[in-house]
């Protein structure tokens, strides 16, 4: 049987109704309701840059129309219904999938074990055991709390003070939990006091591992490459999803498709036969506008953006601001099934204003009447989720494409 092939449209709105974005914003953003967004999402990445607003926050603002900060703290600090944990970068986890992560806790903790040993020595392992004995007797602990030897230069870890890095260590092997959070700063407890007992003493075996996150990885994802899915959750590795997909394709659990990219080519993908027969219920992603965080799911894959949008991102933080094509924090536009600019906007809480400092639109794209009406009612919605009175657009803030 031939492959069958998406084309670039259909191929969008499958992955967009995958991460949510494809149909207008729930209106329900507390309690279950979010619970159940995080969970279909898988994870949502957790990052401290605040011009507008935090990563994982503006992740589910463009999401549900009630959603406030609180609601996901609440979720993981006191309801307990997700946890931080670490896929390609730190992320907030359905608490559900904690058993599916003891197989990451352990290669990170020979990895990061061997790394740190060759860093700091005998010193290493005296650290993490002053910092675990510290928790263990004192309970939910930062990095405030534990130790006041000066940062090691040249580690590779930010530069972090040696109590830092031991609950970075103990945390990314999970020995600890982040138990709440204060501003950006982590408390940690030990796993056993944050966590119910039975997730903390489930064991999954390793290719039972390897089965959840690559069929986990493919039911968001809607499609993609074996590479795709062992980065989606980044618990198992290339050649293990590799290897699950030749198993699952030859007894036909997955086949093989094409996608056309926005260029045209075809890209060779998993996809499930179930999935290809229900596309041509898909419906149009909204026309509604929405801003995106640089770190949301459907963009976490730059590469991945780029082939099947179109639309190249970086955020360039590292770039002096002389040779910035945009700012370096900005945040793409999402209009139906297309990536359509970047927006530079900062909220001034102090002065209770949302700051619009210029708008690039993507190439062979005019932002006329009708598409300004409706990019006003979106900023207008971010000025009251960053807690903001008024918006202010800078003059000549439309910028060449």
């Avoid at 005296?126 to 090691?152: F, K, M, N, Y």
């Avoid at 949008?309 to 999402?334: D, M, N, Q, S, T």
Wanted: with cysteine; proline share 5%.
């Amino acid at each position: 049987m031939a492959a069958p092939t998406l084309d670039n449209k259909t191929a969008r709105a499958l992955f967009l109704d995958r991460h949510a974005l494809a149909r207008p914003r729930a209106k329900d953003g507390r309690g279950a309701a979010l619970s159940a967004m995080v969970e279909r999402l898988g994870f949502v990445q957790v990052d401290s840059v605040n011009t507008f607003a935090r990563a994982h926050d503006m992740i589910m603002f463009s999401r549900a129309t009630d959603y406030r900060p609180e609601s996901l703290r609440w979720l993981n600090d006191r309801a307990r219904a997700t946890f931080e944990g670490w896929t390609h970068d730190a992320a907030i986890i359905p608490a559900a999938f904690f058993p599916y992560w003891r197989l990451k806790h352990a290669r990170d903790q020979r990895r990061l074990r061997n790394r740190w040993s060759t860093w700091h020595g005998d010193e290493f392992h005296a650290e993490i055991d002053g910092v675990l004995d510290h928790i263990a007797a004192h309970g939910p602990t930062s990095c405030r709390d534990v130790g006041d030897a000066p940062a090691q230069k040249s580690t590779g870890w930010w530069d972090w003070k040696p109590s830092k890095t031991a609950l970075e260590y103990l945390w990314r092997s999970g020995r600890l939990a982040v138990t709440r959070r204060s501003g950006f700063t982590k408390h940690y407890d030990l796993v056993e006091r944050v966590l119910p007992a039975q997730l903390c003493d489930q064991e999954i075996a390793e290719w039972d591992v390897i089965d959840w996150a690559c069929n986990a990885a493919l039911d968001r994802l809607g499609f993609a490459t074996s590479g795709e899915l062992a980065a989606f959750f980044a618990v198992i590795t290339p050649n293990e999803a590799k290897a699950w997909a030749a198993a699952q394709v030859a007894n036909g659990t997955v086949i093989e498709a094409n996608v056309t990219l926005n260029d045209g080519a075809l890209r060779t993908v998993l996809i499930r036969p179930e999935v290809v027969e229900t596309l041509p219920e898909l419906a149009p992603p909204t026309r509604r506008l929405r801003l995106l965080s640089p770190f949301d799911p459907a963009l976490r894959d730059r590469k991945r953006a780029e082939r099947l949008f179109g639309f190249h991102f970086r955020i360039e933080i590292f770039v002096p601001e002389a040779k910035r094509k945009f700012g370096y924090y900005v945040f793409p536009i999402l209009e139906g099934d297309a990536l359509i600019g970047r927006i530079d906007l900062t909220a001034d809480r102090a002065a209770s204003v949302l700051r619009v400092r210029a708008l690039w639109p993507e190439k062979g794209v005019r932002f006329g009447r009708g598409r300004m009406a409706r990019l006003e009612t979106e900023l207008a919605r971010a000025a009251r989720f960053a807690g903001c009175e008024d918006i202010e657009i800078a003059s000549q803030f439309l910028r060449a494409a």
